[in-house]
């Protein structure tokens, strides 16, 4: 079977649906013909889910408890795919409060939802590799949780949350997994505070791109790769509930690249652009390396990523350019898409 092929008809409910990620992810299900519906704050302008869209949905808060149950009553998902996030490093240290509502008591409302509801067969919530406690090594499932900085910190809470729901409420139920994917990159990423689209603005204007940290070390991945991995992982503990656990979604070493190695990258494909290091206003604390260890991922699933950080620079250059020039999005993606299932065989 291939990975698309389980949604086929079935009923998805997807949390953060216009996000970067959450934007791909219901493109990927409606082509491949599941019945899909999102719950997520409005589309930030250009980014993939509004210049394609992809599935019905609800505008709607991850805190509201009383909606997010109204949608689960309504559509009753046979899965559900938890993006909804406050996902972003910086944003948490200026809100920590509203970082650990939104992805603490915002991942509670899903679990609960699915414990009241009854209907969900596999859930799938996504954390990050952050979740870990400090190390430079190559971390693996059953590295202790902490996170150094609210955003980190609030997803090693969801992590602890889903844990315990799934030991005392959905066993026999509800196959759940949650998976710590590492730094998705590619095309239609607009994001604040985010390396590629940090880039394409800085080079739009004309500016040097200014790099905090470019000696950092981040494990970057093409978001098809991490997406394909979710979706796997949904499919086959649907079928299969003792394969629901924790996994890393990670590059290999190959993929682990210096921030500045990156940019060099985006610089090279976009022509003409240039970075100068320049040390933020406030320095905050990061972690000089992550890197993640997915050989469990590849173990249980045969899973292995199929594209390249240099691939997604590639596809993050070409989608941009493409939209300057008013170019059709939706056959963009659409092609992208298709490209990428072949690929994938």
């Known amino acids: 079977m291939h990975i698309l092929d389980f949604y086929r008809g079935r009923r998805v ?54 909606r997010l149950r109204a949608v689960f009553s309504d559509f009753r998902p046979e899965v559900v795919f938890h993006l909804a996030a406050q996902p972003f490093v910086l944003e948490g240290y200026r809100s920590p409060r509203e970082t650990y509502e939104v992805n603490g008591m915002g991942t509670v409302n899903l679990l609960e939802c699915i414990r009241l509801g009854g209907w969900v067969r596999s ?20 590295a202790p949780l902490g996170g150094y900085d609210p955003y980190a910190n609030s997803k090693s809470w969801c992590e602890l949350a889903a844990a315990c729901y799934g030991r005392c409420y959905l066993q026999g139920k509800t196959a759940l997994s949650v998976m710590r994917a590492g730094n998705a990159l590619g095309a239609g990423d607009n994001g604040p505070d985010r390396i590629l689209p940090d880039c394409i603005r800085a080079a739009e204007r004309g500016e040097p791109i200014e790099v905090r940290n470019p000696a950092s070390v981040r494990p970057y991945q093409h978001v098809l790769d991490v997406l394909a991995a979710y979706l796997t992982v949904a499919w086959r503990q ?71 950080a240099e691939d997604a620079v590639r596809d993050a250059v070409a989608w941009e350019k493409a939209r300057l020039a008013g170019e059709d999005m939706v056959r963009l993606a659409d092609s992208l898409l298709t490209q990428y299932r072949e690929q994938e065989g």
């Open 13 to 66: 409910l997807v949390t953060g649906h216009t996000g970067f990620k959450g934007g791909w992810l219901v493109r990927m299900l409606a082509l491949a013909g599941a019945k899909v519906y999102g719950y997520a704050l409005p589309a930030r302008s250009g980014s993939v889910f509004a210049l394609c869209g992809g599935c019905g949905g609800e505008t709607g808060d991850i805190r509201d408890f009383s």
């Open 238 to 308: 649907a079928e299969d509930p003792s394969l629901a656990g924790a996994y890393n979604v990670g590059p290999g070493a190959s993929g682990c690249l210096a921030t500045g190695r990156l940019v060099d990258l985006f610089c090279a494909e976009w022509g003409g652009a240039s970075w100068v290091s320049r040390a933020p206003a406030e320095p905050l604390h990061e972690s000089p390396a992550l890197r993640l260890n997915s050989d469990k991922l590849r173990r249980t699933f045969g899973f292995r990523p199929r594209r390249t």
């Open 123 to 142: 859930a799938l919530l996504v954390t990050t590799d952050k979740v870990y406690a400090e190390s430079q090594d190559a971390l693996a499932e059953d």
